[in-house]
Structure formats: structure tokens, C-alpha cells
């Protein structure tokens, strides 16, 4: 079956601008989380949906990024007023439930803020 | 910080050898993953191990997670060129985290030889 799609792949925004960033999971996928990437690291959590609820957002580095999840299915990360520290590579990954269950990522979305 | 720490961060090994990649991680899990990632691409699920577990195959690989010692280690037998990509551990903590929220480490970047 199809995985987790990510649009877009590639992203080049110049700062101050605003850029959304779309997730669609496997479907009938519970949980969603959004990871953010920089080169050479490990992702880091930014936020977590359960169905549409955003049970977590402690990740997220600022007020300037916001996601959300409206029917529990697709989901959109924007980003608003970029900054170059936003440069990274953003990873969706759904998954069937809560715990105790691998993740499932997209390939993800390169930002580059110039 | 509760991520989990791999060792080494570099691996250069020839083709057929083993490659056994090491986690250490600070906090008590519910669960360590391990998560392949080529270059450009998003990551790979290889093998969830639960925190009751402490050892377990799959294919051409073997971990193993000793809980007292708070590390994991990740064994890939008879290694292939195809191996070569960037290796993760995530642990889910069981306590302080939202269920299900995954912290990676750095990563361990193997390249393997033909």
C-alpha cells in the first residue's frame, strides 16, 4: 500500500516569508508526529497529533510554527515569518497507535531559508 | 536530555564483515527502536525491542538492550554495500514524555566497501 507522501520535497523560501508543508499519512493511521531534522543530526520531535486532537506541542521551536490536523487525516506544518535557523528537513511519520508501534516517515521536505 | 547516544558516529567496514553499532540513552523506556535513513531519504523502521526484551533477530540483524546498563546495540551480519546508510536508535521514554514520542540520537553513518 502507499506510505506516508510528503509535499512539497524541496522548499526554498526567502526569509520573512510563510511556507506550509503537507503530511499525508497511511490511512487509518491514529498518531502523526512531525520531526525536524538539521544536517547531520538525529530528528527532534516538534509536535503530535492523535486523530485530529495536537496532544503535544512542546517541540515546536517558536510561535511561528504552527500545525495542525483538521479531519484526523492529512496534516499541514507552516512556518511563518522564516528564518534561516529554520532550514532543516521536516519528517512526517504516522503511525497506527500511540505506543509500542514503529513509526512509518515520509521522505520528507528540505527547507532552505536564504 | 533524554536522547539516545550512538557509537561510533563513523563505521567503515568491508563487505561480509559484521558491523555492531552501540546506544546508550539516559532515562527508562517503554521501548528502543532502531531506524535506517539513506542519504536524502527519510527513515527506515528495522526492529522495535521492548524494554521486557533482551534480545532480538530479524533477518541479517541482532539487537540487544540491557536495561541496567541503559544501552542498546545493534548487530548487522554479513554486511552488503546496501548497508551503507545512517543508523538511529530512538528510545520512548516511559516516564516525563508523551506516549509515543520518539528521541533519536545522532546517528551512526556506515559505509560499507565492496
Known amino acids: 500500500g502507499a506510505g506516508v507522501s510528503q509535499s512539497p520535497r524541496y522548499k526554498v523560501a526567502k526569509r520573512g516569508q510563510d511556507v506550509a508543508l503537507r503530511c499525508d499519512p497511511i490511512?487509518?493511521?491514529?498518531?502523526l508526529f512531525w520531526y525536524q531534522q538539521a544536517l547531520g543530526q538525529g530528528p527532534e520531535f516538534l509536535t503530535y497529533?492523535?486523530?485530529?486532537?495536537?496532544?503535544?506541542k512542546s517541540g515546536l521551536p517558536s510561535d511561528r510554527f504552527f500545525a495542525e490536523r483538521p479531519e484526523g487525516s492529512v496534516s499541514t506544518l507552516k512556518i511563518q515569518r522564516t528564518q534561516q535557523e529554520d532550514s532543516a528537513v521536516y519528517l512526517c511519520?504516522?503511525?497506527?497507535?500511540?505506543?509500542?508501534?514503529?513509526?512509518?516517515f515520509g521522505p520528507g521536505t528540505r527547507l532552505t531559508v536564504t | 536530555s533524554q536522547q539516545g547516544e550512538e557509537d561510533p558516529q563513523a563505521l567503515s567496514i568491508q563487505e561480509g564483515e559484521n558491523a555492531t553499532m552501540n546506544c546508550s540513552y539516559k532515562?527508562?523506556?517503554?521501548?528502543l527502536q532502531w531506524y535506517r535513513q539513506n542519504s536524502g531519504r527519510g527513515l527506515v523502521h528495522l526492529i522495535l525491542?521492548?524494554?521486557?526484551?533482551r534480545e532480538k533477530h530479524s533477518g541479517r540483524l541482532r539487537v540487544t538492550l540491557d536495561t541496567s546498563k541503559k544501552s542498546s546495540s545493534l548487530l548487522i551480519t554479513a554486511s552488503r554495500a546496501a548497508d551503507t546508510a545512517s543508523y538511529f536508535c530512538a528510545t520512548d521514554p516511559s516516564r516525563g514524555s508523551t506516549l509515543g514520542r520518539l528521541y533519536f540520537g545522532r546517528g551512526t553513518q556506515l559505509t560499507v566497501w565492496p
Open positions: 497529533f492523535q486523530n485530529e486532537a495536537q496532544l503535544d
Open positions: 511519520a504516522s503511525s497506527p497507535g500511540r505506543s509500542f508501534y514503529e513509526q512509518y
Open positions: 490511512s487509518g493511521h491514529v498518531s
Open positions: 532515562t527508562s523506556i517503554n521501548n
Open positions: 525491542i521492548r524494554s521486557n526484551e
